[in-house]
């Protein structure tokens, strides 16, 4: 009679010990989802950098296929930022092409906006400074918008 009396009490202790590992596995992968949402929002946002950085590249190689406009006549310098909501359509000379097509190519890569402008400020020594700004729309935990700027200075 003993033997049935601990027996009896511990029925459906086993069910208990499964709802409890449901719930912490549970948790666990929550915890992986969340981390799996945060890593690729954190990939958009530098495949973005990547790009703008691609884009620099892209008109310092015309600037440099057009050496002497780039640094004498000064035809690469922007007065203002180019954005890409409005490129210009002036393509007379090979330098108002190639800012076109670079606007463009802003445009197309990093999101037809009035925030993603580019600037280039060029010297007579060939030194050249390309100033490329977009938004940044991240979905992360924090969900914000960050205005990103990716400066470089180059050589011709």
């Not at 050496?67 to 210009?88: E, R």
């Not at 393509?91 to 092409?97: N, R």
Request: net charge positive.
């Amino acid at each position: 009679m003993r033997r049935r009396a601990v027996g009896h009490t511990q029925k459906g202790v086993g069910l208990i010990e499964v709802l409890v590992a449901v719930v912490i596995l549970s948790v666990a992968f929550l915890g992986i989802a969340a981390l799996q949402a945060m890593s690729l929002s954190t990939n958009n946002s530098a495949m973005a950098r990547s790009m703008a950085t691609v884009a620099t590249y892209s008109i310092l190689d015309a600037m440099r296929a057009d050496y002497l406009n780039a640094t004498t006549g000064q035809a690469y310098t922007t007065s203002t930022p180019l954005k890409a909501s409005s490129c210009p359509t002036d393509t007379s000379t090979l330098a108002a092409s190639q800012l076109a097509q670079w606007c463009g190519q802003l445009g197309n890569t990093l999101g037809v906006a009035d925030t993603t402008t580019g600037n280039i400020q060029c010297g007579t020594s060939g030194e050249c400074t390309i100033t490329i700004s977009f938004l940044d729309v991240r979905s992360g935990a924090d969900a914000t918008t960050k205005q990103q700027t990716v400066t470089t200075k180059a050589l011709l």
